[in-house]
Structure formats: structure tokens, C-alpha cells
């Protein structure tokens, strides 16, 4: 039984389904990482780099982990694609310059947007292996680990930035996919 069956979801299975809700989820993945990327790269390759003391240690790392644990759920494990753990420039230290992030995100946001413009109730539903987590899951799961896994390391970003007095880039649901402006602080 996937993790997410028998509790409502907050849009899920009341106002539109599950694929919607899914899509939805994925769009604001995708907007809510490249504003950090973004940001960052304006704090400059010195600022990325350096140990800040967080779970991956600097920035770049950061968000280098976030792209692997993405990839691994929704690429690897979902699309069957086991190969990408042997791709280059996967690894952070293989990631150096904020080109080489772009070009990773690039290959890892390509085939999940893909396999999520196809998306159906059934394949939400299909059993997902993932050799390093022991348990059964559904693609559905994996999308909604992808995501929080993505929302617990950019609040450890935050926290960077909130350290340098800076304004971190939004990460509200509601203004994400609005565009609407909200203070972060």
C-alpha cells in the first residue's frame, strides 16, 4: 500500500486527482529549485563552495544532493534507468562551475518532466524498487520524497542565508505557482 493511501492529501483526492495534484507538485519542484539555483550562483562560486556547516556542507553540495536523491527516485528507480549512477558530472565533486549544476539539473528535470507529462492514476499507483530503502512504494511516493527530501535541504539553505542576513529566494506553495509576492521573512 503506497504511503500516501487512506490520509486526504491537501489537493489530491478532494479538488482534482491525483495526477493533477502530482503535476502540480512537480512544477513547483522545478520553480522552487531553480530560484535557489539562481540565487546562489549570484552569491557567487567562492560563497557556493564554502562550508557552511549544513548536513552536505556547502551550497553547491546542497543542491548537487538534492538533483542525486531526485534522480534516483524519479529517474532511476521510476524510469528504470539505473545507468545514471554511473553518468559523470553526477557527483559534487565532479560539479565545478555553476554550468556544470545547470547542465545536471538539466539531464535529471528532462525525463521526469516527460514521464510526468504522461502521468495516469495507474502508473501513480505502479510499484517503484528502491534498493536503499527497504519497504514498498508507488511512483506517487516517490514523487512526494523527491519533494520533501528537496524541502528539507533548501530549509538548510534558508538558514545559511538567514545566517548572512539575506533574503532567501520563496519557497511558499501558493506564491510559487502564483508568482504572487510574499515576504520570506
Known sequence: MALT?????????????????IRRLWAF????????????????????TENHEIAHLTLKDTLVHILNATEAWLVAAAQDRWE???????RPQDIRSFRDLRAYRGRVFTPITEL??????????????????PGRYTL????????????????????VYWQ??????????????????????
Open 84 to 90: 545514471v549512477f554511473d553518468a559523470p558530472k553526477r
Open 164 to 185: 548572512h542576513d539575506r533574503t532567501p529566494p520563496q519557497m511558499m506553495w501558493v506564491p510559487t505557482l502564483t508568482g504572487s509576492k510574499v515576504s520570506v521573512r
Open 140 to 159: 506517487e511516493d516517490g514523487y512526494f520524497q523527491a519533494a520533501f527530501e528537496q524541502a528539507h535541504h533548501l530549509g538548510e539553505i534558508i538558514a
Open 116 to 133: 510526468t507529462r504522461g502521468l495516469t492514476d495507474r502508473a501513480l499507483e505502479r510499484r517503484v524498487k528502491v534498493p536503499w530503502m
Open 5 to 21: 493511501k487512506g490520509a486526504p492529501l491537501p489537493y489530491g483526492d478532494i479538488i482534482m486527482g491525483k495526477v493533477e495534484t
Open 29 to 48: 519542484e522545478q520553480k522552487t529549485f531553480d530560484a535557489f539555483e539562481r540565487s546562489v550562483e549570484r552569491w557567487g562560486w567562492s560563497s557556493a
